[in-house]
């Protein structure tokens, strides 16, 4: 028997397209079911002034298939150099939407991220002001702190410090993969929220070291163990605003990947909506994955919904999608979530 799930057309509040060749390739994936997203800005040179992020929302809007409604909701990196008055008018401009923290060395080209907050706080205080929200990639750097423990540290000894310096500063936890962070992002109020991505809802550590090691599940911030898979399971499926959808889908060519020092990020912009389905069916969750896909997201960033819909179906045969998208950069391998999905967005 086909089930059918009708919700308002999700968008994805963390995503990254590249640059370029990637870019093109990539585009089509996202744009085929998300509405909107939220560009992350880590391109080579990082995106930090308003004139970078209209530049490349042009090249993003370039690469749209013909037809395709989409709209890039672009942010800053912020570095050590940005310029609070440059922020601003980003921010008044309407196309940037947030501004993102990289803690220096912490992922994909962060080497122009922040070392040390202090000399950000011009720019913190201003966005505290204007309402315009801080996306934190959530891990603290310091090699003495093991990379399973960076999450948790990085709350205790720089997100509350800073939630408590600025309470009027919006901040998103990106990419949260565990209790602590669940746990903290529940109790934060208002200004706070927290994206999951998809693939953190299906894998753990051991599908990335067990049998060999699964170069195309390896991410960061790292699957941590079950358990953390599993609060970040009840999080997203609670349909609590605090949690919304941000697939953090990063494509990397697959010589990259499979390579002796191998490219963080799980490419998943493909199948996203049909493996949250699957996953929110299995939790007894369906009617909850409006709001975490399409609900939640708009209103922490004050946006309106999408009036459009999506429809899934679920199939009684196993759904196949493709394994490599082609780009003119080289393949990019899709995320394979380890078992059967027999659900599929329908046109
Ligand atoms: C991202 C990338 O490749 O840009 N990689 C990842 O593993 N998530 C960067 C990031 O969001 O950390
Ligand atoms: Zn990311």
């Known amino acids: 028997m086909t089930q059918e799930l009708i919700l308002r057309r999700p968008d994805d509040w963390h995503l990254h397209l590249r640059d370029g060749a990637m870019l093109q390739g990539v585009l089509p994936e996202t744009a085929r079911h998300f509405a909107r997203a939220i560009i992350m800005p880590n391109l080579v040179p990082p995106v930090v002034t308003?004139?970078?992020?209209?530049?490349?929302?042009?090249?993003?809007?370039?690469?749209?298939?013909?037809g395709a409604a989409f709209e890039p909701l672009m942010t800053l990196y912020l570095t050590e150099g940005s310029d609070p008055a440059d922020v601003a008018a980003a921010a008044a401009?309407?196309?940037v939407k947030a501004v993102k923290l990289y803690p220096a060395g912490a992922t994909t080209n962060s080497h122009s991220g922040v070392r040390n907050l202090d000399n950000v706080m011009p720019v913190l205080e201003k966005m505290a002001e204007i309402g315009l929200p801080l996306c934190t990639h959530g891990?603290?750097?310091t090699a003495e702190v093991d990379i399973f423990d960076r999450e948790a540290v990085f709350i205790d000894t720089v997100l509350d410090p800073l939630r408590r310096r600025l309470p009027d500063l919006r901040i998103v936890m990106e990419h949260i993969t565990t209790e602590e962070g669940v746990a903290y992002a529940r109790a934060g109020g208002a200004n706070l929220g927290a994206t999951i991505t998809t693939h953190h809802l299906i894998i753990n550590r051991n599908h990335i070291l067990v049998g060999g090691i699964k170069p195309h599940y390896y991410c960061?911030?790292?699957?941590?163990?079950?358990?953390?898979?599993?609060a970040l399971r009840a999080a997203a499926t609670s349909g609590e605003g605090s949690f919304f959808?941000?697939?953090d889908s990063a494509p990397h060519v697959d010589a990259l990947k499979e390579h002796a020092c191998g490219c963080a990020g799980c490419f998943t912009a493909t199948n996203t909506m049909a493996l949250l389905a699957h996953v929110f069916e299995e939790d007894g969750a369906l009617d909850k994955l409006e709001a975490f896909a399409s609900l939640n997201g708009p209103a922490f960033y004050g946006l309106p919904v999408n009036e459009t819909r999506m429809r899934l179906v679920k199939h009684e045969l196993p759904q196949t999608f493709p394994e490599k998208i082609l780009t003119e950069a080289g393949p990019v391998t899709v995320f394979d979530p380890g078992f059967p999905v027999h659900w599929h967005v329908e046109p």
């Open 245 to 247: 959808l941000g697939t």
């Open 93 to 95: 401009s309407g196309l």
């Open 50 to 66: 308003l004139a970078q992020a209209e530049a490349y929302r042009g090249r993003i809007l370039a690469a749209l298939p013909k």
């Open 139 to 141: 891990e603290v750097t």
């Open 220 to 230: 960061l911030p790292v699957a941590k163990r079950e358990k953390h898979r599993l």
